[in-house]
């Protein structure tokens, strides 16, 4: 019964929350009554809710992916790089497969560290982050990252295919259709709950646990990726340093989504009502006008008090 | 005899932080174009904030958890203290105590959301984190403040313009903080906790008031390390810290403390995060060109983990590297 | 039909004995939707060593958590050296001198020997510990135990599983115990360890301190108990003097109904079938050296000797977990290269392993019980990458039918079932892969006497229909009970092997401290063991 109440708080929590902050923000500012502005902030919560995706199937696992930032930025870089220049080189159409492929490529270097030499992933993740970013500044020789984005990817990022629907949405859902067929249906999903229950059962169990390892994390590199050709394309550039401000905010939201930060338990629909409310929450703060430092604060506190609501750990008994 | 290589064994991780350490060092001398106790001191200064929060990182490392915050709480520091330490002596000392205290509050509220809260560490100094940096922001929206230069300066020289006043201050602290912590019931008790909670519990050790030592014992070596940062930047940068924590994490571990908690201690930490800063120095002056020196830093963080990969190559039985 | 003494009510004696140590009355415990104790009344003495006997899941463990302060009772009271007490924490139990030394060990693994023993009461003053003093009585409650070898700074995981419990035991004398609570403290202990345990314990007996003693060795309690107490399904049920009963009447009250024979009859030898395992020279480290044996279809062969002999090793060594395994291994006649348990997992080698410790190697606890069934055996439910709930869900009930597993709902955490209905769980997880040969290593550690004899008859069925398996446990009477043949390991090498007759006591003992007896007939060789 009480796993049962863990899962389901979250989403109770966060939908009441998000419909709070939603008539707070209204009241205050009508605008933020409007279709346009709901859209809008859907269209952002899709970039965030990419990202969200990767992080909670290594969260899942009972690790952490502290690249995010870099493996973003990178991506952004090398799709606007190939895409060059107005985002018209002829080349362009291999910008976001390119982006992607690296993304996977860093997941398997991840999963390398943490399945094959065992490295503590939070630390080992730490330090491809920081691998990434040299590598940036020594491609880009300190200067901004010339080129932009390709048509391709100002349409998904920005653009609306079927009515006012942003195309960000229509990604978002993809990749959550993904998450959900993995983690709900196949074997592959329930090896990432058992590992991230106890790993030595799983391995004993007959398991091969590294390969499930490795495949999180190019699936959590590969979102990483993405979110970061989805923000070049939106910023119809890409610049240094733009996936720092997101690391924080999404493990933030897969964590007050319902998932365990040491893994083993969480549902996808909580990451996704995470993902909405911390970008909901986030928008209205700005429209509030208050200085930036009011803003953290209630960031901060809005999480301490999520998580106090259904976030508490058992008592430790013999 | 016996007990001298069993404390050895022990301790292995530091020591080997401590071997790196003073290898890097004579590497740093012999390359650098105009060695002379200037540089001693700058390189001491250099790593100094972060030995400090490295040092506060390791308390709650040992029990098994994480301070996410203490970046933040540094900055937080870092910025009360530009607004407080500057004018005649005895408001400066209060102005010291103002700040300290400031650092404990923070650890202490961290440590009462993870003890009381019972929520994990790392989302809870994840959030808190932010929370700080907000107050940061609050008193200081853009870097700047008043610091008073001659405490400044007798912080940031050295003693007999030999050795550097860090050295001192890292010696006083192990001898005066760390080691009677070390050694007091709440201070095993951080080590018990860290290696099996359960075990701690059942044996009766003080789990809550062990777990909020080790956090408010974070704060408090980060203010230190806000103070420091004031006195040798002369000012106050509510976004200075966001460094400090992930690389305070790296030198934990480079100091040979398992992020697993129960074993290590704060003097590895303290090499570690020295580790880190002389490597970046040894870069400056090695001819690396300067763009490819971040890439240099991440590789050698790079392999130094993949290092510590080798014990692997003894491990005869795959469960023993399953915790 | 029942043999020896009749079991009259005048055997029990009145549990609120107005000169008891501690005593209880009505204590009530739920978990949840499970009741652990119910209704029940106990009492301990002075100068007793009293034994508790009872199923896993009858209530000891949680009658000892309420006596330790480690857990509340719902409801009843509590009377300690004359004054009624509320309930207790686990400070007031340490004051009253109640000290506990349970199953899961209550060491810190990364803190040394003397950190450990004196955890509690550490000699120092204003909050300050004073290390030599601790060192010095970590050394004589060391040398009380018999582990002078031990030194006091050494980290508890650098030792044996032995060592470790005779560590634990140092650092429950070093707390001056008035009630000495024993909850299965010996189950890793030579005999020659047990021995000196046991002297420990009868000298503190006559000094005064009243003990609790709960095993579920029978031998050990035949040896050390004064008196004993039964409990079944959370209720108290008899106390009565050593002596007063047989081992049989004793396992009729712990079980509560007739049961004739503990070990299903072994087969005769059938004409030899071509062995399923053979093991050639296996070498590992330094802890395996040249291990030859086989195992044909339908036979169960033990694996015995002092603990930590390679045993562990052997099964590991044919599950694929170790690196660098010397030698050859024949899996139904063809030479394999077994390198990770999904190897061994394959339907062409099908090997299956029990763990030694279901709670940390065999489970996922918070998982539903379904999933943990089904997790070796997932491919078989999967079509076009998606797994067939419905007949997960039907193949995972027929196995919760099979094996007689009491649950709630398969639904359910799996840490909510009881030690033996874990156990279950484990087994049924691997008969779920229709696996060949089985490695069993002290698969009825820990667990109830009921439990044990099913477990016992699906071994011996298995057998029947065709496995091979390879039982490791630490129990002489079981292996004596299952085993058509055993081979005994010391250092790493195997000693003796012993068939038929020569399975007793006395020759795996002997070969456990390769000590040569020669040849020599066993006396009754068809003697019950139960």
Redesign the interface.
């Known amino acids: 019964?009480s796993?049962i109440q863990r899962i389901d708080r979250p989403l109770l929590f966060t939908g009441i929350l998000i419909l709070i902050i939603y008539f707070v923000g209204a009241s205050m500012f009508p605008q933020t009554l409007t279709d346009k502005y709901l859209l809008q902030q859907l269209q952002i919560a899709s970039y965030f809710g990419v990202l969200a995706a990767g992080a909670m199937m290594v969260i899942l696992l009972g690790h952490?992916d502290?690249s995010i930032p870099w493996t973003m930025s990178v991506a952004a870089i090398m799709s606007t790089a190939i895409a060059g220049p107005g985002g018209e080189n002829s080349i362009a159409a291999l910008s976001v497969p390119a982006a992607l492929l690296f993304g996977c490529v860093v997941g398997l270097v991840n999963g390398f560290?943490v399945a094959i030499?065992?490295?503590?992933s939070?630390?080992?993740t730490?330090?491809?982050?920081?691998?990434?970013?040299?590598?940036q500044?020594?491609y880009t020789?300190?200067f901004a990252p010339q080129g932009s984005a390709s048509g391709f990817m100002k349409a998904i990022a920005t653009g609306h295919l079927i009515g006012p629907i942003p195309n960000a949405l229509f990604v978002w859902l993809l990749i959550s259709v993904v998450m959900v067929?993995i983690l709900r249906?196949?074997?592959l999903g329930?090896?990432v709950?058992?590992i991230g229950?106890?790993?030595?059962?799983?391995?004993?169990?007959?398991?091969?646990t590294r390969g499930v390892i490795i495949a999180c994390f190019m699936w959590a590199g590969f979102c990483s990726a993405l979110g970061g050709v989805l923000l070049a394309g939106y910023a119809d550039q890409a610049y240094q340093a733009m996936g720092d401000p997101y690391l924080?905010p999404t493990?933030?939201a897969v964590?007050v989504g319902g998932t365990?930060?040491?893994g083993?338990?969480g549902k996808y629909s909580g990451t996704v009502m995470g993902v909405l409310l911390l970008t909901l929450l986030s928008s209205v703060l700005s429209v509030l006008q208050l200085?930036?430092?009011?803003?953290?604060?209630?960031?901060?506190?809005v999480?301490?008090a999520m998580?106090?609501s259904y976030?508490?750990?058992?008592?430790?008994?013999? | 005899m016996a007990d001298l290589v069993i404390r050895l064994r022990h301790n292995t991780g530091g020591l080997i932080a401590l071997i790196l350490f003073v290898v890097l060092l004579i590497v740093f001398i012999i390359i650098h174009p105009r060695f002379n106790m200037l540089a001693l001191e700058a390189t001491a200064n250099q790593g100094a904030a972060l030995a400090l929060v490295a040092m506060g990182q390791t308390l709650p490392v040992l029990t098994g958890g994480l301070d996410l915050s203490i970046g933040a709480v540094l900055a937080l520091s870092n910025s009360v203290g530009s607004e407080l330490l500057s004018g005649p002596p005895w408001q400066i000392a209060l102005g010291i105590v103002a700040v300290i205290a400031v650092g404990c509050v923070c650890g202490l509220i961290n440590g009462l959301i993870v003890v009381f809260g019972r929520i994990q560490p790392i989302i809870a100094t994840l959030a808190t984190g932010a929370v700080y940096t907000g107050l940061a922001l609050l008193i200081r929206p853009l870097p700047g403040g008043a610091v008073d230069e001659s405490v400044s300066e007798a912080l940031t020289y050295s003693v007999g313009g030999v050795i550097p006043t860090p050295v001192f201050i890292f010696i006083g602290l192990v001898l005066v903080v760390w080691l009677p912590l070390k050694n007091s019931i709440l201070g095993r008790g951080i080590y018990a906790v860290g290696s099996s909670e359960v075990a701690a519990y059942m044996s009766g050790v003080p789990i809550k008031g062990s777990r909020l030592l080790a956090y408010t014992g974070a704060g408090f070596f980060a203010s230190l390390g806000g103070l420091f940062l004031g006195f040798q930047t002369l000012s106050g940068d509510a976004n200075g810290g966001v460094t400090y924590t992930l690389n305070s994490i790296a030198a934990v571990v480079i100091g040979g403390t398992s992020l697993f908690g129960g074993t290590g201690g704060v003097v590895g930490s303290i090499f570690g995060a020295y580790v880190l800063r002389i490597i970046n120095s040894v870069l400056l002056f090695s001819g690396v060109p300067s763009l490819a020196q971040p890439l240099f830093q991440g590789a050698v963080l790079i392999f130094a983990l993949m290092a510590s990969a080798l014990r692997l190559i003894g491990i005869r039985n795959r469960l023993d590297v399953m915790s | 039909m029942p043999r020896g003494p009749a079991m009259t009510a005048t055997a029990e004696v009145n549990p609120a004995l107005p000169n008891a140590f501690l005593s209880m009355e009505g204590i009530t415990k739920r978990y949840g939707g499970v009741t652990a104790l119910d209704d029940v009344d106990f009492a301990c003495e002075r100068h007793s060593i009293h034994a508790i006997l009872g199923e896993n899941g009858a209530g000891k463990s949680t009658l000892i958590k309420i006596m330790s302060g480690v857990t509340r009772a719902d409801t009843g009271r509590m009377v300690l050296e004359g004054k009624e007490i509320e309930h207790l924490s686990p400070v007031d139990a340490t004051r009253a001198g109640i000290v506990c030394i349970f199953q899961e060990l209550s060491l810190m693994p990364d803190l040394s020997v003397a950190d450990n023993i004196s955890i509690t009461n550490p000699p120092g003053r204003r909050g300050l510990i004073n290390q030599r003093a601790q060192r010095r009585r970590a050394e004589e409650l060391l040398a009380r135990v018999g582990c002078e070898d031990v030194n006091p700074i050494s980290r508890v995981r650098d030792l044996a599983l032995s060592r470790r419990q005779l560590v634990e035991i140092a650092k429950a004398l070093g707390r001056d115990p008035k009630l000495l609570i024993l909850d299965e403290a010996t189950s890793a202990l030579t005999a020659a360890d047990v021995e000196k345990v046991f002297t420990i314990l009868r000298a503190l007996r006559d000094q005064g301190t009243a003990i609790l003693y709960i095993s579920h060795r029978m031998a050990e309690i035949e040896a050390i108990a004064d008196t004993c107490t039964v409990f079944r399904n959370s209720r108290y049920i008899q106390t009565f003097k050593q002596g007063e009963r047989t081992p049989e009447q004793i396992v009729q009250l712990m079980i509560g109904r007739e049961i004739s024979q503990i070990y299903p009859p072994k087969r005769p030898n059938r004409p030899s079938a071509e062995p399923t395992l053979v093991v050639e020279n296996l070498g590992w480290e330094d802890r395996l050296n040249g291990i030859s044996f086989s195992v044909a279809p339908g036979q169960i062969v033990g694996l015995g000797g002092l603990d930590g002999q390679g045993q562990r090793e052997v099964l590991l060594g044919l599950f694929g977990v170790l690196r660098g395994v010397k030698g050859k291994i024949k899996l139904y006649g063809r030479e394999v290269n077994v390198r990770s348990p999904a190897a061994a997992k394959l339907p062409r080698n099908a090997i299956a392993m029990i763990p030694e410790d279901r709670k940390t190697e065999g489970l996922m606890l918070p998982m539903s019980i379904r999933d943990n069934l089904s997790i070796a055996s997932l491919k078989r439910f999967v079509k076009a990458g998606m797994i067939n709930r419905s007949l997960e869900s039907t193949r995972v009930d027929a196995m919760i039918d099979a094996m007689r597993i009491k649950i709630g709902s398969p639904a359910d955490a799996v840490g909510t079932l009881s030690g033996g209905n874990q156990q279950k769980v484990v087994i049924g997880k691997w008969l779920m892969t229709e696996a060949k040969i089985l490695l069993l290593m002290d698969p009825t550690r820990g667990i109830d006497v009921g439990t044990k004899q099913e477990i016992y008859a699906l071994m011996r069925k298995l057998a029947d229909d065709g496995a091979a398996i390879l039982f490791y446990s630490t129990d002489y009477d079981e292996l004596i009970g299952m085993c058509d043949r055993i081979s005994i390991l010391y250092r790493g090498e195997i000693v003796r092997t012993l068939i038929g007759d020569d399975i007793t006591e006395q020759n795996i003992v002997a070969a456990s401290l390769n000590v040569d007896l020669g040849v020599r007939p066993a006396a009754n060789a068809g003697a019950s063991h139960g």
């Open positions: 019964m796993l952490i502290l560290g030499l065992r490295v503590p939070m630390i080992w730490l330090g491809i982050n920081a691998v990434l970013l040299g590598l500044v020594f020789g300190g067929f249906r196949t074997p329930r090896y709950y058992a229950n106890k790993e030595a059962a799983t391995y004993l169990s007959g398991m091969r924080l493990i933030a964590v365990h930060i040491l083993g338990t200085a930036e430092g009011y803003k953290q604060i209630i960031y901060g506190c999480i301490i998580l106090l976030g508490r750990a058992q008592k430790v008994t013999a």
